[in-house]
C-alpha cells in the first residue's frame, strides 16, 4: 500500500510538472500570437490613414474638377451668348445695309 502511495505521489508529481511545462508553452505561444496581433493591428492603422488621405486626396481632386467644370460651363454660356449677340449685330447689320442699298437704287 505504500509503495501504491508513492507511485501515485510520484506520478502526480509528475503530472503538475507537465501541467506547469504545458502552461508555460502555452503562456509563450499566447505571447508570440499577441505580439503577432499587435504587429498586424499597427499595420492595418497605417493602412488605413494611407488610404484615408489617398482618398481625401481623390475626394479634393474631384471637387476642384467640379468647380473648373462650373467655371468652364459658366465661360461657355457667356461665349454662346456672346456669339448669340455677335450673330444678331451681324443680322442687323445686313438688314441696315440691305434698307441703305434699297435707298441708293431710289
Known sequence: ARQREQEIVEQMKKQKNGDVGQTAEYQ??????????????????????????????????????????????????????????????SETSKELLKVKMAQLRI
Open 28 to 89: 509563450r505561444k499566447w505571447q508570440e500570437e499577441k505580439c503577432r496581433a499587435d504587429d498586424l493591428g499597427r499595420k492595418l492603422k497605417q493602412c488605413e490613414e494611407k488610404y484615408r488621405e489617398e482618398i481625401q486626396a481623390i475626394a479634393d481632386s474631384m471637387e476642384l474638377l467640379k468647380l473648373e467644370s462650373k467655371i468652364g460651363a459658366k465661360k461657355s454660356v457667356r461665349m454662346v451668348a456672346e456669339l448669340k449677340k455677335g450673330l444678331q449685330e
